[in-house]
């Protein structure tokens, strides 16, 4: 099995940063990518950034420029930088993963983890 923990979230008043993190851990061969999703109250879960084991990134265009998503394959965790935060940043972040568990397992898995509040106020 694969844990996913994240970190860094809480409350920041509006053009404020903050930063994120995610380790995963457990019966992991490679991650392939990792991403960022979050869910507003109400709203449908939707991609922020994303980046392939290679460092390629995707950006969302409301985050563009404010956001910056990177990673640690040595310790395979994840970051993401947020900066000049908006309220309509508000949302539970959630952390995704897709990994292999063994060299034997082609499979890649789909991980999530408990997701973390970010609250921006006005």
């Known amino acids: 099995q694969v844990q996913l923990v994240e970190s860094g979230g809480g409350l920041v008043q509006a053009g404020g940063s903050l930063s994120l993190s995610c380790a995963a851990s457990?019966?992991?061969?490679?991650?392939?990518?990792m991403a960022w999703y979050r869910q507003a109250s109400e709203k449908q879960r939707e991609l922020v950034a994303a980046i392939t084991r290679g460092g390629s990134t995707n950006y969302a265009d409301s985050v563009k420029g404010r956001f910056t998503i990177s990673r640690d394959n040595a310790k395979n965790t994840m970051y993401l930088q947020m900066n000049s935060l908006k309220p309509e940043d508000t949302a539970v972040y959630y952390c995704n993963v897709k990994a292999r568990r063994s060299i034997w397992d082609e499979y890649v898995y789909d991980y999530w983890g408990q997701g973390t509040q970010v609250t921006v106020s006005s």
């Open positions: 457990g019966s992991i061969f490679s991650i392939n990518a």
